[in-house]
Nanobody, 116 residues
């Protein structure tokens, strides 16, 4: 069964850190571009960060540059998002997405809440 599962969300005070993980089953993440997205209440889903399947290049939304880091662990078939210096504006449900020519998969999301 093909599945993506996010974990690591929670409640944290502003300035704190969280590490989100996206674990795949039924397929290998190596061959997929991986993106982290988030959706806050009443807002559209937005891209946060992505990492390519080819050369591992990364991109970040301006709002998270310098604070978030995306990385792959191919041995564990996971992709992580390290989030530092969190702000209340980072509060959202965070989703990971795996995409290539063969498929396009989404996880169920994990809630991140940053208190001021």
């Amino acid at each position: 069964q093909v599945q993506l599962v996010e974990s690591g969300g929670g409640l944290v005070q502003a300035g704190g850190s969280l590490r989100l993980s996206c674990a795949a089953s039924g397929f290998t993440l190596d061959y997929y571009a991986i993106g982290w997205f988030r959706q806050a209440p009443g807002k559209q889903r937005e891209g946060v960060s992505c990492i390519s399947s080819s050369d591992g290049s990364t991109n970040y939304a301006e709002s998270v540059k310098g604070r978030f880091t995306i990385s792959r662990d191919n041995t564990r078939n996971t992709v992580s998002l390290q989030m530092n210096t969190l702000k209340p504006d980072d509060t959202a449900v965070y989703y990971c997405n795996a995409r290539n020519w063969a498929g396009n998969y989404w996880g169920q999301g994990t809630q991140v809440t940053v208190s001021s």
